[in-house]
């Protein structure tokens, strides 16, 4: 795996290096001992596979609040996304800075998403599968959220809005008394 770190600390686009013969390929996409030269501890309890049918289609932004912090790893593995993390760390020097890459099943490439980070996507083509990968269990009392258009975080998204969540539609926006987690 080659791990390429973001201008957010902590976080870090993670490539694959698969192995391919005449039957295809096959490709290493965690291991305990490389995670820990990133300073890695956490444990993976949950994983989640989410399928968003239509290009256009934001999920986001999401975070766990306190102290239900999480990490997060998150991979493409059908379709294109354009996957973002908001810095929500208080007292950060980037924070309420964006970051945003292409996941796709063709690229193979993961975003590694430290705590203290909202995470969201928007679907670059039809029928995008993610894998998601947590070190918390999911807490819906502890649920975040920060609106995909705040004008504070000012993301910048490849495609107009499509579908959105009754709940991702409803995130109130972003005030100075928002001091991060
Ligand atoms: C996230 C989650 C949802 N659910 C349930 C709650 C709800 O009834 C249904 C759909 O949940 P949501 O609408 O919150 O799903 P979604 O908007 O896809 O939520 C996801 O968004 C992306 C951006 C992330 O980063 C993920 O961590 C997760 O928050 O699934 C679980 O049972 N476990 C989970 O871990």
Known sequence: MIFTPTPLTGSYVIGLEPFTDERGWFARFY???EFERLGH???WVQMNHSTTYAKGSLRGMHYQLP?????KMVRCIAGAVYDVIIDIREGSAT???WFGTEL????KNMLYIPEGFAHGFQCLTDNCELI???TEFYTPNAEGGIRFDDPMVNI??????GVLSARDGAHPYLTDDFKGI
């Open 156 to 161: 910048q998204w490849p495609l107009p809005a």
């Open 41 to 43: 501890t956490g444990n």
């Open 104 to 107: 796709s099943a063709a690229n």
């Open 132 to 134: 998601y990968h947590h």
């Open 67 to 71: 102290p239900y912090r999480e990490i």
């Open 95 to 97: 924070f309420l800075q």
């Open 31 to 33: 291991c305990e001992k």
